[in-house]
């Protein structure tokens, strides 16, 4: 393959996404409220405590609902403590994955949908670079900023936690093993989820909201893991990451070679 053709696709998809304050905005908000603006909020669990009698009483009722194994990790914290790791490592793991997967559905909606909108895509078809070539650099200019905006919200988020919960936790407390494979393994692999669904999709939709309402859908089993989270059926860990973590990359293998099997510029041609 020409990778040099390919990585010409890939600066010029970026610095039209970067232009494009429809695609910027989202990227940019999201990632504030939930590393910054929410972890800011541990500093009021003193408060939270201190003001409410009862709030031992219900982080206790809250924690026998949790699964035994990460009821043991909290059992040697105090009440604050508890509620802090709680929140911030464990109920926001999943809420972390939200990023990468739409960061990069948003910006391969864009890839091509987008094109057609603008009226792009048809000089782009015409250039002498191969199917496969096209489609690579169309990936890799939505896994590449999805993952540099993950791992960027990852250090963010380290830093801002640890610093909000230091009058709680009183040490470094983030980030564990759990979140490091969480950021490495699994954030990249639902990177690589959301662009192959959506370009699939975004290459029959006729616009840039068509094919983003169409690909969401993907973000769906998210949902279902936030809900589990949320009622004590599952509890993020280690071992549950690792193996979420290849089931994604097992499905983006899959997608990828579909992908590349019916991938074909002259279907793309005859929908302009």
């Known amino acids: 393959m020409n990778w040099r053709a390919i990585w010409a696709i890939v600066r010029k998809d970026i610095k039209v996404v970067l232009q494009n304050k429809g695609v910027v905005i989202p990227i940019i908000l999201l990632p504030m409220i939930l590393f910054v603006l929410l972890p800011m909020a541990a500093g009021l669990v003193p408060t939270m405590f201190a003001l409410s009698p009862d709030a ?29 790791m709680l929140l911030l490592v464990y109920m926001m793991a999943s809420l972390y994955l939200v990023v990468p997967i739409m960061v990069s559905s948003v910006i391969a909606a864009d890839s091509f949908a987008g094109e057609k909108e603008r009226k792009t895509l048809e000089a782009l078809l015409y250039t002498p670079t191969t199917d496969r070539e096209l489609l690579v650099g169309k990936m890799l200019s939505a896994w590449v900023p999805a993952v540099g905006v993950a791992w960027v919200s990852f250090v963010a988020y380290a830093i801002v936690a ?3 919960a230091w009058p709680v936790m009183g040490r470094v407390f983030f980030p564990t093993a759990m979140w490091i494979v969480l950021a490495l393994w699994v954030a990249p692999a639902l990177a690589g989820l ?3 669904t959506m370009v699939l999709v975004s290459v029959r939709a006729q616009g840039f909201q ?26 993020f860990d280690l071992g549950l990451v690792v193996l979420l973590g290849l089931a994604v990359w097992i499905v983006d293998a899959v997608l990828l070679v579909w992908g590349t099997r019916t991938f074909q510029r002259s279907e793309l041609i005859a929908r302009l």
Do not use: H, K
Not at 62 to 73: G, H, I, K, S
Not at 223 to 228: D, E, N, Y
């Open 56 to 84: 031992a009483a219900e982080m206790d009722q809250w924690l026998a609902t949790m699964p035994e194994t990460l009821r043991a990790d909290l059992l040697s914290l105090t009440p604050p403590q508890q509620a802090v």
């Open 162 to 164: 640890n610093v909000a």
């Open 194 to 196: 959301g662009l192959t």
């Open 210 to 235: 068509d094919a983003y309402q169409l690909g969401s859908i993907v973000v769906l089993p998210l949902v279902v893991l936030m809900i589990g989270q949320a009622t004590g059926v599952i509890a």
